[in-house]
């Protein structure tokens, strides 16, 4: 018997789930709005930003100062392309590991996993003196390979996951009916996993998105993406929040919108074998 | 051609060896059936053949060639899963089709091997559809349509049919035997289900622990078990066995007996016992009788007129009773 909820207390259910999302969106919502308003009403007391004078004003400003077009490209590029070198690297290796695992197998895992919390700014200086001698400094390809290696473990991840659900027989068919190794995986093993690669490269592209610490210290003018283009709007010249929101707004849209409609791979992505 | 030799071919993981050192011949064109209690290494001997495990000692020939550096494809030999193990995001077509891309032949003649497959395993109607849209007994199908197009020196089939239920289990069962007969080609087929492999085979190859306990064509081993786990495996229902003081009167450590072989009087007979529960089946009854030397199960007539508590005497057929001494070999 389905277990009975009576209508009271799916009311407080719902108003508390709204309340939570409420606040979980509210960073994202105060930037937009902020984003409307003059210098002068943004700094004002909450109830006086809500009700003064709506304006596009900081839009101009930020499209007239800077490129938005370019940083953009620069950041589909970085994203795409570090995650897209990290799936064609992450697919053998979560091969591997998901169906010839070796005594060390959860070991190399767990490794991995490790240096996903070591702080970056740990290797920064090494990181940026091999880039300035390889001349990588502000470059895309530098970006998309430092990004590729960071998120590349929790891609790797990911993937092993999925790859570990695909019962092992039918790779044993494919064997047996004459895949090759590569054959193998490209017939049989990504078509199968195609859901959960999505995901994977969907989470990825926005994490590389939103990542700021190395595209903020290894590019300048060229490479730089749209990170880059909301923290011109900080420090150098004083804190001017309604440009900063501006700018901001600007760079999370494309994602935000790329998330609202891959919501579904999203959260099946997240949850994935959570339950057979 | 399709003869395949196992020569001292043995199997550990780490220090566990799951087979020691075997040897067997498989004929060209014969139905072989590996059987045993799970665990007994027959799906692991069939998955060495196929090349799917490697060897850890001695030799595999397939058509007198030495087979062992071989990788699965290249032995000629085509595997029947028992997940199916069908490739989920193609068509039933592109499922036969595959061994025959991976193999490059050219589109035309795949499509006639392809069809003539479909045509042979009655799937000609489901070509287009997915795996996911078929029954247990068409996957299974296309599973071993998938096989025949790739004319394999021998079908290696792993358990094809404990995933159907019974009544298509009998004739899928059905099915391949008369494959066979089309074919005429070896099949090598494991299973834990002596009925299988006594309806099907032309030899059988009996596994305990790895070890091979008989080999012999199904009558061979119903009548002259070699030992009492071939005679206790063979058959259904099993056979009865009476150690002590009954033994030793025929000379022997434990002596075996079959259900079918003992006769059920209400007057007068060898062993006096009283029916515990009686199965009415139509055809046959199958008798439960608590004796001085155990259970004993009979198979009487379909119409015996026996209920529980009654008392009955038992008589075996003394020409097809087994002995057995201490060691359990038949004497």
Known sequence: MARKISNRRRVIMTVIAWALAFVIFFPILWTIILSFKTEGNAIKAPWDVLTSAWTFDSYHVVQERSNYFRHFMNSVVISFGSTLLALVIAIPSAWAMAFVPGKRTKDVLMWMLSTKMMPAVGVLVPIYLMFRDWGLLDTRTGLVIVLCLMNLPIVIWMLFTYFKEIPKDILEAARMDGATLGGEILYVLTPMAVPGIASTLLLNVILAWNEAFWTLNLTAAKAAPLTAFIAAYSSPEGLFYAKLSAASTLAIAPILILGWFSQKQLVRGLTFGAVK | ?331
Not at chain 2, 74 to 80: C, F
Request: net charge negative.
């Open chain 2, 1 to 331: 051609m399709g003869q395949i030799t196992l020569k001292g071919v043995r199997k550990a993981f780490g220090d566990v060896e799951v087979i020691p050192p075997l040897d067997l011949e498989i004929n060209d064109g014969e139905f072989v059936v590996f059987v045993g209690p799970s665990g007994c290494g027959k799906s692991t001997l069939l998955r060495l053949i196929a090349g799917l495990e490697d060897v850890s000692g001695g030799e595999i020939e397939i058509n007198g060639q030495p087979s062992a550096e071989l990788p699965p494809a290249k032995r000629g030999l085509a595997m029947v899963f028992q997940s199916y193990a069908l490739y989920p995001h193609m068509s039933v077509r592109k499922n036969i089709a595959f061994p025959l891309k991976m193999a490059k032949l050219d589109q035309a003649a795949a499509k006639e091997k392809v069809d003539n497959a479909a045509r042979i395993l009655n799937l000609t109607d489901y070509l287009d559809r997915r795996p996911g849209q078929l029954s247990g007994g068409q996957r299974q199908r296309v599973a071993i349509g998938r096989a025949i197009v790739r004319e394999p020196a021998a079908f290696l089939f792993d358990e094809p049919l404990s995933n159907l239920d019974a009544a298509l289990r009998v004739n899928m069962r059905l099915e391949i035997s008369e494959l066979h007969q089309k074919l005429k080609t070896t099949m090598v087929y494991v299973t834990h289900d002596q009925v299988e492999a006594m309806t099907m085979a032309d030899k059988i190859v009996v596994l305990q622990a790895g070890r091979i306990e008989q080999v012999g064509s199904p009558l061979e081993l119903y009548r002259t078990p070699r030992n009492k786990f071939v005679a206790g495996f063979i058959g259904s229902p099993k056979m009865n066995f009476i150690e002590g003081d009954e033994a030793a009167k025929y000379g022997a450590d434990s002596i075996g007996i079959r259900p079918e072989h003992i006769e059920v009087s209400t007057t007068e007979g060898a062993w006096k016992g009283t029916v515990g529960v009686s199965e009415h089946l139509g055809s046959d009854t199958f008798l439960h009788v608590d004796t001085e030397y155990g259970l004993i199960n009979v198979r009487g007539g379909g119409e015996i007129g026996l209920h529980s508590g009654d008392t009955v005497y038992l008589t075996p057929d003394l020409s097809q009773l087994h002995k057995f001494d201490a060691q359990g070999q038949a004497i």
